[in-house]
């Protein structure tokens, strides 16, 4: 197996690697575990045509890949320190809902590229994000892969780690954003993870996020207070239907047209640019499940301005695991932030997407959490 390895001049070079046959860890109870084989790496992968490639002052970057279920290729990108030796913790990264790339260039916008950047140049870290299908360099249509497919690559990315031997599969934390801060606990399927660390998440069904999120939309959006109800009553018809009775949203509006208005959807098969059947396997996760089974420390933030996600689902996490480990998890509420650590002057600004300049204090207060607890 080859990668390249990217130093902070941007020149890259190709590491022959030596696959180990099996990698053995240890669950907190002691048990032995024995981590899977990871599926081949696809070398051959190729950048897009002038994809800025990540530099860093004192990390190298790795392009690498794995396959998800369907076979296709995705991107993974690690970065590791360019001084010390032996093995090091890792902080793998479960991205958002959304198409847009987990790729940090120097000159990012993105106030999560902004956190990566942060956390790639601690000197005792290795950092690995995975771009789905269809996003960045990874093959694919992300408008029509679903939610399984997906899960299926991160899966493949996390077990991917046993290639490398400057991580120490024991101490593998567990960075998810949005999307990802729901389903965090399901990626390592099974491996030891250290602990994690979860943004903007949930936990309630599917089904309860989406009725939650309408009416703050229609709140923030300005509705009349006297629409919202009967607006809501439409809303929970149609996601009763598409959502619970896995019908398509076209099947449903051929039959009640006047649910239309109540959809936000792209067309009749996507919404938020992810096709319907994302959804309806989202709707079938059981997350109080997963996160209850959860015993490991557990950082969890959450936006005082962030419309998208619902506080008490972050509260819900810290209580399960708590449960489970008394004192584990820690809630944070981030003052001034939004959904994704962006900033904001109010809620109507984060409703309408006008940041403020980037506050670095979220990324420095994960750091400090990741050293307190590699």
Known sequence: MQSIDVDATGEGRMRSQVRPVVLCAFLACGAPFVWPLP????????????????????ANVIYDSVRDSHGERARVILTRPREGSGK??????????????VEAPADTDDASGKVFRVLAELPEFVTVRMDKPGVGDSEGVCAETDFDTELSAYRAAFRSLSRYGFI????????????????????????????????G?????????MIEIERRRFVLSGKAPG?????????????????????????VFAHHPDLRAAWAGDDDDHLYGRPVAFYQQLQQL?????????????????????WIMSRDDH????????????????????????????????EQAAFKFKAAAFDPRS????????????
């Open 227 to 251: 629409d919202i109800n009967d607006l809501m009553r439409s809303v929970t018809r149609l996601y009763e239907a598409y959502l619970l009775e896995k019908q398509r949203p076209a099947e």
């Open 88 to 101: 090091f913790p890792a902080i793998f990264v479960a991205g958002w809902l959304s198409c847009d790339s």
């Open 363 to 374: 990324a420095n207060m994960i750091a400090d959490w990741l050293r307190q607890h590699r």
């Open 315 to 346: 509260e819900r996490i810290v209580a399960l695991v708590n449960l489970r480990l008394p004192g584990a998890a820690k809630f944070v509420e981030l003052p001034g932030t939004g959904h994704t650590f962006e900033h904001y002057e109010n």
């Open 168 to 199: 120490d599969p024991a101490k593998v934390f567990v960075f998810g954003i949005s999307n990802g801060g729901g389903f965090a606990p399901l990626i390592a399927d099974g491996a030891p993870v250290r602990g994690y660390v979860i943004d």
């Open 201 to 209: 998440g949930w936990i309630k069904t599917w089904f309860e996020h």
């Open 39 to 58: 599926a081949a790496a696809d070398s051959d992968l190729p950048r897009r045509p002038k994809a800025p490639a990540e530099t860093y002052a004192h």
């Open 286 to 306: 059981n997350l109080e499940s997963a996160w209850s089974n959860v015993s490991a420390p557990v950082l969890v933030l959450h936006g005082q301005y962030d």
